[in-house]
């Protein structure tokens, strides 16, 4: 926030959300621990930031990165008994100690009196233990009433007034609550009651699917409202937890997703669908041409190619989407094979010369268990090739390491050491330096190592965090301890 005034950003937002009063009210944080660009894109954090509106106690502001400041008034975090956290990616958790100590709140849960700090998002989900000194609550379930039913214990008995202990021994009678003070390890996670059994049953018709109430100039998807048409994922790829903190797969139906974005009439536009297998969506056609027919622009997002039919084709010409993302994770035919994205370089080239988009946006992985250098530069001559083959359009290739992410097929593996890593980007560097419609994202720093310890450590990687001044001292002391991951 720090390039922007909060009027700034609060004037570039169209909200459904209820005005609250402050005056008694109970002030309630909602946090996200990275930026407001990303956060206003995130249907996770916007989902709570509604909920909390669904309760007229509660006078709830949002908090980004770690500025201590609201986004809504400016005022301090301190003034908050209720802080809700989004963590959807490891990393901000650093974030997140950041704005505690900013703040002057205590890092440590045993250390706050008067005031609840409860952690969720798919950070969470995927492993909970190093937040168990920290948070005092930890929501590792999917269940939209559970989180209800945590605000409702919250807003009828602010912290504060009622007794923290009686407070965490309510909530942890909730479906998917942990309260590590209370119990070591987590509960097993519910299924959630609004899940279909598998992704050939008839979609689940009577639950309305999370979508923006908020949307802004500033997000990552500018005025844009988001609407998720799937949860989970039928496909297991080996690296990706999204099967696993997200089960059984979902589809909502069309009904269900006309009725959530129903709310917001014409006053938007563009309409982003979410979800990690959209061309799976069996009723994808028709929504796609629902929107169509009513002037909305439908933006989707990563797509596989090999579930796209001619009919899904013809109905993406139409939209108004710039940029293509596709996801095919390797080059090679041994690891095309092996993580179940056996789709050639033809059939990817087949399926963006029908498709309009200027820029091509492709997601590849390096690090991968028992991968060779004839792996990595076979990502190298796919990338080259596609961009060969459309000169004038734009190619992002985003190449990130692969990071082992706990309850995945490859949980166990190590991630890649540092220096091999960057071998290997430089390899695909060096491969495409010469292509002038080709850019490239390397989204690895050695910092980037840490989420591997957070995705897969336990409790005491949490303690070593909250423990240390600094990363440089918390990295120092995780190095030394040999049941813990190191940092080579």
């Not at 909060?6 to 005005?19: D, G, T, V, Y």
């Not at 049953?201 to 500033?218: G, L």
């Not at 596709?326 to 095309?336: D, L, M, N, T």
């Not at 949980?411 to 390899?427: G, Q, S």
Request: hydrophobic letters at 40%.
């Amino acid at each position: 926030m720090a390039y922007f005034t909060r009027e700034k950003f609060l004037k570039s937002e169209i909200s459904l959300l209820p005005a609250h009063s402050k005056k008694w009210a109970v002030r309630a944080a909602a946090v996200f621990p990275n930026d407001y660009r990303t956060g206003m894109s995130n249907l996770g954090f916007l989902e709570i930031f509604e909920i909390m509106h669904r309760f007229p106690q509660l006078f709830p502001q949002r908090f980004f990165g770690s500025e201590p400041l609201s986004l809504e008034t400016g005022e301090p975090l301190t003034f908050f008994p209720i802080i809700a956290v989004s963590l959807s990616f490891e990393l901000d958790f650093l974030n997140l100690l950041s704005l505690l100590r900013k703040s002057g709140i205590s890092v440590k849960s045993t250390e706050r009196k008067d005031r609840i700090l409860i952690i969720g998002g798919a950070a969470a989900m995927i492993n909970p233990y190093p937040l168990a000194s920290i948070a005092d609550a930890i929501f590792i379930g999917d269940n939209i009433s559970n989180i209800e039913k945590i605000f409702k214990i919250l807003a009828e008995n602010p912290p504060g007034i009622v007794d923290k202990q009686d407070l965490l021994a309510e909530l942890s009678k909730i479906e998917g609550v942990w309260i590590p003070s209370l119990l070591e390890n987590p509960p097993q996670r519910a299924i959630s009651v609004n899940k279909i059994q598998n992704a050939e049953a008839t979609p689940f018709e009577e639950v309305t699917p999370p979508s923006s109430a908020i949307v802004s100039s500033f997000a990552a998807f500018p005025n844009m409202i988001l609407v998720q048409i799937q949860q989970g994922c039928p496909f297991r790829c080996p690296f990706c937890a999204t099967p696993v903190i997200y089960n059984p797969f979902q589809n909502f139906s069309v009904e269900s997703i006309i009725l959530s974005i129903s709310r917001w009439g014409s006053r938007i536009s563009r309409i982003g669908l979410v979800g990690s297998a959209i061309a799976d969506y069996p009723d994808l056609n028709e929504l796609l041409k629902y929107f169509r027919d009513i002037g909305q622009n439908v933006f989707t997002s990563s797509l596989r190619l090999d579930r796209l039919n001619s009919d899904i084709i013809e109905n993406l010409k139409l939209s108004k989407q710039r940029t293509l993302t596709i996801a095919p994770e390797v080059g090679s035919q041994k690891f095309k094979k092996i993580i179940g994205k056996n789709f050639s370089i033809d059939k990817i080239i087949s399926i963006i010369q029908k498709l309009p988009a200027k820029e091509i946006k492709l997601y590849y992985i390096i690090g991968l268990p028992d991968e060779e250098l004839s792996d990595v530069s076979a990502i190298g001559d796919e990338i080259v090739k596609i961009a060969g083959e459309f000169p004038n359009r734009k190619i992002i290739a985003s190449v990130n390491p692969f990071v082992p992410k706990r309850g995945t097929k490859w949980e166990y593996f190590n991630m890649m050491v540092h220096k091999e890593l960057i071998k290997r980007f430089n390899i695909v560097k060096k491969m495409i330096d010469n292509r002038s419609n080709i850019y490239m994202q390397i989204n690895y720093r050695r910092k980037t190592r840490l989420q591997w310890v957070l995705a897969t450590g336990d409790r005491q990687v949490g303690e070593i965090f909250a423990e240390s001044d600094t990363i440089s001292d918390a990295v120092s002391k995780l190095d030394s301890r040999s049941h813990v991951f190191s940092i080579p």
